[in-house]
């Protein structure tokens, strides 16, 4: 049973940082990529950072300069470092982790609430 779980959620100023943890387990089969996406009231959810293991690191260009995406392999652990952060930020984080042949697995979300 692949579990895929978040953490680091929380309140945080205009200006501020945060950062996400997210843990895949149980599976037997490589990871093929490891992301974040947001979802904001009302809007739809939309990618904010990816790996695809081995191959590349890519971004959302409202995110590009502020946020950092990074693994541990020896962890299936991969992190979201969020600097500069902004109240349209706002949003529920969501993990992904990609594990072929079986498809794309999701944690829970945790909520990020940028307010002064």
């Known amino acids: 049973q692949v579990q895929v779980v978040e953490s680091g959620g929380g309140l945080v100023q205009p200006g501020g940082s945060l950062r996400l943890s997210c843990a895949a387990s149980?599976?037997?089969?490589?990871?093929?990529?490891m992301g974040w996406y947001r979802q904001a009231p009302g809007k739809e959810r939309e990618l904010v950072a990816v790996?695809?293991?081995?191959?590349?690191?890519n971004y959302a260009d409202s995110v590009k300069g502020r946020f950092t995406i990074s693994r541990d392999n020896a962890k299936n652990t991969v992190y979201l470092q969020m600097n500069r952060l902004q109240p349209e930020d706002t949003a529920v984080y969501y993990c992904?982790?990609?594990?072929?042949?079986?498809?794309?697995?999701w944690g829970q979300g945790t909520q990020v609430t940028v307010s002064s």
């Open positions: 992904h982790a990609d594990i072929p042949p079986h498809g794309r697995y």
């Open positions: 790996i695809i293991i081995g191959v590349s690191t």
């Open positions: 149980g599976s037997d089969f490589s990871i093929r990529a």
